[in-house]
């Protein structure tokens, strides 16, 4: 039997200057899109992370009052690691997020905050593709959410009470969101040169990897199984895949 092998991957635009990546839990970014961050910080670029959570239910034998805390700080040396320097929580629930107006209002006030150009969020179809799993409740609200939430940011009559409040104002640059590792990616970007870095901020959240109980899981080889797969829809060693969804009207 053949199988059709999968459609190449079309190189990401990088002539933007700022992005935001948007993300249910901390980890979220690492197990896959971390090592793209790396080169983009390494190209001068401006990149911040919000998580809606603070993945506070992610480790079954640490209550998550002692777990915020401890997946907080893994998370900023994560970020740190590929260059990023600004990590926002926005507090809300691990675990039992709900797409809706509420998300959107927390997920709009960043967005005008950071006036980014992309946005990253994670995969949030209903699976990881064929094989793969079925995706997890949080990460489908929040990538739904994000894509409403960056058109509210530009409307100055949705959530009007932000400029008010935080001395935003309204933000419609972001051109697209880009949801990493997506079955349905047709975007990719070469990370042959930042692989390393990524793996080490994957591996900077070891109480959250010590907690899975995988009692073999290596970082360098889990990532290493999806970025030769991307890496082979693009001639490169290595590559991170991303489903581009573009915000302009009628674009
Ligand atoms: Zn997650």
Same mark, same amino acid.
């Given at each position: ?53 603070? +993945? /506070?239910? =992610? ?9 915020? *805390?401890?997946?907080? !700080?893994?998370? $900023? &040396? ?50 990881? +593709? /064929?094989? =793969? ?9 929040? *990538?739904?959410?994000? !894509?409403?939430? $960056? &058109? ?100």
């Amino acid at each position: 039997m053949t199988q059709t092998p999968p459609p190449p991957l079309e190189p990401l635009n990088e002539d933007w200057e700022r992005m935001l990546c948007i993300v249910a839990h901390p980890d979220d970014l690492e197990f896959g899109a971390a090592a793209a961050v790396a080169r983009w910080t390494g190209q001068g670029k401006r990149v911040a992370y919000c998580m809606v959570t603070s +993945g /506070e239910a =992610g480790i079954d034998g640490m209550s998550p009052a002692e777990s915020r *805390g401890v997946r907080e !700080l893994e998370q $900023v &040396r994560s970020a740190q690691i590929v260059g990023v320097e600004e990590v926002e929580f926005l507090g809300l629930p691990d675990g039992t997020l709900e797409y809706g107006v509420d998300l959107r209002r927390a997920i709009a006030a960043v967005v005008r905050l950071h006036r980014p150009e992309i946005v990253v969020t994670g995969n949030f179809r209903d699976s990881w +593709g /064929e094989g =793969g799993g079925l995706n997890q409740a949080d990460h489908i609200a929040v *990538g739904r959410a994000v !894509l409403d939430a $960056v &058109r509210d940011a530009g409307n100055r009559w949705i959530f009007n009470e932000q400029l008010e409040t935080y001395g935003v104002q309204p933000w419609g640059g972001v051109r697209e969101v880009w949801a990493s590792g997506s079955p349905l990616s047709r975007h990719g970007v070469d990370i042959t040169e930042s692989f390393d870095a990524g793996v080490a901020s994957l591996a900077a959240h070891q109480a959250y990897i010590d907690g899975l109980g995988w009692a073999d899981f290596d970082p360098a080889e889990f990532l290493e199984g999806m970025s030769r797969a991307s890496g082979q829809r693009m001639g490169v060693a290595h590559a991170a895949s991303f489903e581009i969804f573009n915000m302009g009207w009628g674009g």
